[in-house]
């Protein structure tokens, strides 16, 4: 057994993992618990997580907004119709912005309100716009939390999907001692880090391409584009955060690779097919996020070019399409492909859904037609739509984190159906060697 000490060290560092450049909204209501939650702010933060604080009026009453600018680094949103705010960051923008939402603490009537799907203040007008997982962190005296109409609130709301965390036992503020207490600060921390841990890919290896490839055409130019690689870094972390062993292949990017995974270093597309064909033995699902380089210099001139004639011709070739040619040599391999268009998104992107044979592609706008949805090359947004055999889905502007996140979800769901079609097709036909997922 774990001593307690040792117990509390390892759950602190498992959260803080979790939490790590997480966006957090933190709503404060009216209870006398609201000091705590500054605290909580603390520790949010200690943990690398991005918070914004959201008063209600109740909640004024026992701290000041000062306190939670002051920890929190950012001005804290109190008003509904605040003009200002709303044009820089009004309600549904931080609806938006947030990953998760934590109310802490969330008093009986904020319950209540949440549950009648109330609107006429800021933090539940948030609630209400967004679609992150919420979770609430109740304090209030015993009898209230007791009380038939709290429950029947509370019953309303965890069967929406909202996570309960908390009351914990002890001698309240009132006096009195019972269930009400905000539950301690680290128990909070790691009930809400649980909500980016989903397994939904447990047991399974995923391997993600990211970044642009360089194309040498001489010792000291390339052929290149504007991928930063955080597209794929993110489609990276959410598969880590769903439980899978992941193998993250990347092209020349100035980020720094997530923890918990295996990343390896490529320039050139060559190089890119070459180590995903050394890696992919045992991989179950393969992303291409990679922007690679769709043509190379015939021949790379081994020195620097010199600057003689007025005007020179470069001599392409196509690179491998590595998609492609994963997805030829092994069939049996859920392959997830990407498409970067500039004109006739959903038409191109049926098109290599078909051309390449890939289980789905995930098609984003690119250059002037991408301005709405963030710019996807070098931007932290992005918007995707999903396309499959039999199906296709929106995923609307939000961080590439939330995004890379809403596309882990539907991939497992799609691999998971489409295994076990295989597995049936099994029992009929036996297929031959070239056919079988790598190195199974
Ligand atoms: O890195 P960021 O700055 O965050 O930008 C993200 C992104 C725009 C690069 C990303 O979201 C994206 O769209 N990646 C795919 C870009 C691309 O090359 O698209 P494409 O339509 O040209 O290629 C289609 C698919 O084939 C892609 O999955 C690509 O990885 C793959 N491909 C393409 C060419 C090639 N030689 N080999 C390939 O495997």
Redesign the pocket.
């Known amino acids: 057994m774990c001593p307690r000490g040792q117990q509390q060290s390892l759950l602190h560092s498992a959260y803080m993992e979790r939490l790590f450049n997480k966006r957090i909204l933190l709503g404060v209501t009216g209870s006398i618990a609201a000091y705590k939650a500054a605290e909580v702010v603390r520790r949010l933060r200690d943990a690398g997580a991005d918070v914004r604080v959201v008063m209600t009026r109740g909640a004024t009453e026992f701290v000041t907004p000062m306190t939670f600018q002051a920890l929190s680094g950012h001005p804290v949103n109190q008003e509904l119709l605040d003009t200002e705010a709303e044009a820089g960051m009004g309600h549904i923008e931080l609806a938006r912005w947030a990953d998760t939402i934590l109310v802490a603490p969330a008093s009986a009537d904020f319950l209540a309100r949440l549950a009648q799907g109330r609107a006429d203040d800021l933090l539940s007008a948030i609630c209400l716009a967004s679609d992150v997982p919420l979770a609430m962190a109740p304090a209030m005296n015993g009898q209230m939390w007791q009380n038939a109409a709290t429950q029947q609130n509370v019953r309303t709301l965890v069967a929406r999907g909202v996570l309960m965390l908390g009351p914990d036992a002890g001698e309240q503020a009132c006096g009195e001692t019972g269930v009400g207490r905000l539950q301690a600060p680290e128990i909070l921390l790691a009930g809400l880090a649980e909500l980016f841990q989903s397994g939904v890919l447990s047991g399974k290896t995923v391997m993600v391409?990211?970044?642009?490839t360089r194309e040498a055409i001489d010792a000291v130019r390339y052929l290149s584009n504007?991928?930063?690689?955080?597209?794929?870094f993110s489609v990276a972390q959410a598969a880590v955060e769903a439980g899978a062993r992941v193998i993250l292949v990347s092209g020349p990017?100035a980020m720094t690779p997530p923890d918990h995974l295996q990343c390896l270093s490529v320039v050139s597309?060559q190089e890119m097919i070459d180590t995903v064909l050394t890696h992919i033995h045992g991989v179950d699902i393969f992303i291409?996020?990679?922007?690679?380089?769709?043509y190379r210099p015939v021949k790379a001139a081994t020195g620097k070019t010199k600057k003689k004639a007025e005007r020179i011709q470069l001599e392409l070739e196509?690179?491998?399409?590595?998609?492609?040619e994963i997805k030829a040599r092994f069939p049996r391999l859920f392959c997830v492909?990407?498409?970067?268009?500039t004109e006739a998104l959903d038409e191109?992107a049926q098109d290599?859904l078909l051309r390449?044979g890939v289980e789905m592609i995930?098609a984003?706008w690119?250059g002037p037609a991408a301005t709405e949805t963030g710019g996807?090359?070098?931007?932290d947004s992005?918007a995707l739509r999903l396309f499959w055999k039999d199906g296709s889905a929106e995923l609307p502007v939000a961080s590439?984190q939330k995004l890379a996140r809403q596309l882990i979800l539907q991939i497992a769901q799609l691999e998971e159906m489409w295994s076990q079609r295989s597995l049936d097709d099994d029992k009929v036909v036996t297929l031959p060697d070239s056919g079988r997922r790598p190195g199974r």
């Open positions: 391409t990211a970044g642009p504007h991928s930063s690689g955080k597209m794929g990017v597309a291409a996020t990679a922007a690679v380089a769709d196509p690179t491998p399409d590595i998609l492609a492909g990407f498409a970067a268009e191109y290599k390449k995930a984003n690119v996807a090359f070098g931007s992005n590439k």
